[in-house]
């Protein structure tokens, strides 16, 4: 007997029930499919979304300086604010908690590599400029460094997209390109990135270059836009408050006056996305969860039917010494296996169809569904809830039997 | 001689909406080891309600009931279950073996629930078959054997773990003659090897067999007759 006659029990009852049973099963796969496919969604999307955040930097603030829009010790609104690389330096200085990095851009500058002629963004900045940009370069490659800026030198790093206009396949670093025909040595490519937003056309096709050169190339003093990030995240309102008192003093506005610099705070919507996806999420594990149960149900239908069914072999089992609590275990022993069968079925269309997911090239769109830990201990840990709960009330009537009215029973 | 069951003043009382039917009302019986007692009566007599409180399937209304020295009345369904076990090995009129086990699976049932290891069930399994001469049958279903050889095999299932009592209701009830005379024989040979056996039973032929005959009517004993030993 034991462990060979349970599961030869099983097999007979589920030879008695096929239908019922396999519809059974089909219902717990069902809802295991929904549930592991809908949060492996919501996690890839949610990566996607992330990932495409990260393109243009985590946490970082992007300011502009604009016009002043109140009075200030006797100086009218409507005053324009310039801001130059001292300013930056004074912000870097008096804020140690940030890194900033200003930037300068032209877009009326024309690249000539051969007969290949491009007209691209061109940004000037400093080196942190690139990690606070996740501007990460490719294998053989480095963004602009300090000695660029010291020496001046005339460098350039390529985004990723304008490397291929201009070099195709070919290797880009080591090579000149002409840049308002003055020769620009290719130091770094930009490795592909996923970026949804940007101020002024994604990094894909920008040339970056050291802002030193920049100034002395073009004479340009004011910077077009600066930006920067608190070291820890939380920190970013607090440093936002310091850039515009820092700023105000050295330019005479009042510090209350946000219209002066513009600012994007990229980490608000970080917190949006936390709050946005947490309900996501949750929302979707219990529609999931919903499909879920509404198997469960069938499962413990169909084990009442078979208690029914076998009210009699208990009976027999109860009078030979079976106690009760034993035949409790052994019925929800069973709706525990009919789950775990409709679980592993469920499972495995599961990673079947994240494994064809990929190949119908969505991943741009709504990222690719994963099956994460996460998916699998939410679905695994719901369906053994599911399970017990189907299972406890058909085993619990099967062990309330009482032996003389199971025995009677023809 | 020993006391194995005692029932004293056993009252039991089957209420169904406002209807109170006693099934037992009173009734005092004392079985010694090694008896082979018979219990006769009409059917709605009561000797049904006195079997299954007999083999701890039931407890009475009222009254004490001793099996082996133990107070068996008002004990809960796990203790009622170990009793079972130990105690009490059941033959039922339609055998009532599982369906889609071995004849030796079947007979390792009790065993099972005694938690004797599966080594040992497998071998007790198998000695008792034997005894009851099917050691060749033994990896046949129900389905494959014949009804006294289904019989044989529930009477093994009922002995395997050694029972106090062996607790028979109308076990040649389904049986053509033959094959119920050949049961009623395997008793005679059970009871002079010492085992204790209750029978119930309608059929005075195979009660005159026992060496006493318990008659219930109403609820209650009306005569208990020794046969001449």
């Known amino acids: ?410 | 001689m020993d006391k194995l069951i005692e029932l004293r003043d056993v009252r039991k009382v089957y209420s169904t909406g406002r209807l109170e039917v006693q099934a037992l009302r009173g009734l005092d019986l004392e079985v010694g080891r090694n008896e082979y007692v018979a219990i006769v009566g009409p059917s709605g007599s009561g000797k049904s309600t006195l079997m299954n409180i007999l083999g701890c399937l039931d407890t009475p209304s009222s009254g004490s009931y001793t099996l082996s020295g133990e107070a068996v009345a008002g004990l809960d369904r796990n203790r009622l279950a170990e009793i079972r076990n130990r105690h009490i090995g059941f033959v039922f009129q339609s055998f009532n073996l599982l369906p889609y086990a071995t004849a030796l699976e079947n007979v390792e049932l009790p065993l099972l629930f005694a938690g004797v290891s599966a080594k040992e069930r497998r071998e007790r399994a198998a000695a008792m078959l034997d005894r009851v001469e099917l050691g060749d049958r033994m990896e046949h279903k129900p389905t494959e054997l014949s009804g006294g050889q289904m019989q044989r095999v529930a009477i093994a299932r009922a002995l395997v773990n050694r029972p106090t009592i062996l607790l028979a209701d109308e076990p040649t009830g389904n049986l053509d003659s033959a094959s119920g005379k050949a049961i009623v024989s395997l008793f005679e040979e059970l009871h002079a090897a010492g085992q204790t056996i209750v029978l119930i039973t309608h059929d005075s032929g195979i009660a005159k067999l026992a060496s006493r005959v318990v008659r219930v009517q109403d609820g209650q004993i009306v005569e208990d007759v020794r046969a001449a030993a």
Not at chain 1, 377 to 395: C, D, E, H, R, Y
């Open chain 1, 1 to 410: 007997m034991g462990s060979l006659s349970f599961f030869r029990q099983m097999l007979q009852d589920v030879r008695q029930q096929k239908l019922r049973t396999a519809l059974t099963v089909l219902g717990i796969t069902w809802g295991t499919v929904s549930v592991s496919l809908l949060v492996a969604f919501g996690e890839g999307l949610e990566a996607r979304i992330r990932a495409n955040q990260r393109g243009l930097g985590e946490n970082i603030v992007i300011a502009w300086p604009s016009r002043t829009s109140l009075p200030w010790e006797g100086l009218g609104k409507g005053r324009r604010i310039r801001i130059t690389e001292e300013d930056v330096e004074a912000l870097r200085r008096e804020i140690p908690q940030a890194r900033f990095s200003g930037e300068m851009s032209r877009e009326n500058s024309t690249f000539r590599r051969e007969r290949v002629r491009i007209t691209p963004e061109v940004s000037a900045n400093s080196p942190i400029f690139a990690a606070m940009r996740n501007i990460i370069p490719a294998a053989g490659g480095r963004y602009v460094n300090d000695l660029d800026l010291d020496r001046r030198r005339r460098v350039v790093f390529l985004g990723d997209k304008l490397k291929q206009d201009l070099f195709g396949d070919q290797e880009a670093v080591g090579q000149t390109v002409m840049l308002d025909n003055v020769p620009f040595l290719v130091v770094g490519v930009m490795e592909k990135k996923a970026q949804d937003s940007s101020y002024s056309g994604r990094d894909e096709g920008k040339a970056f270059i050291p802002d030193a050169t920049f100034r002395g190339l073009f004479s340009e003093r004011y910077l077009e836009n600066f930006i920067f990030q608190a070291h820890d995240a939380s920190a970013t309102p607090d440093v936002t408050r310091k850039v515009y008192e820092v700023l105000a003093r050295r330019h005479k506005f009042d510090p209350a006056d946000k219209e002066a610099i513009g600012m994007w705070d990229t980490s608000e919507a970080e917190k949006f996305f936390a709050i946005f996806f947490g309900t996501f999420r949750a929302f979707l594990a219990i529609i999931g969860s919903f499909t879920l149960v509404v198997g469960g149900i069938g499962v413990s239908n169909i084990m009442y039917v078979v208690v029914e069914e076998r009210t009699r072999e208990i009976g027999v089992k109860l009078a030979v010494g079976a106690k009760p609590a034993w035949i409790q275990r052994q019925f929800l022993a069973e709706t525990l296996t009919l789950t775990a069968v409709g679980g592993v079925c469920g499972m495995l269309v599961t990673f079947g169809f994240l494994a064809v997911f990929p190949l119908l090239g969505l991943d741009e769109y709504v990222g690719t569904p994963q099956a994460s830990p996460l998916v699998i201990a939410t679905t695994t840990a719901l369906l053994g809830v599911i399970g017990m709960i189907a299972g406890w009330f058909p085993a619990r009537r099967a062990s309330l039997l009482d032996p003389v009215v199971a025995l009677k029973l023809a």
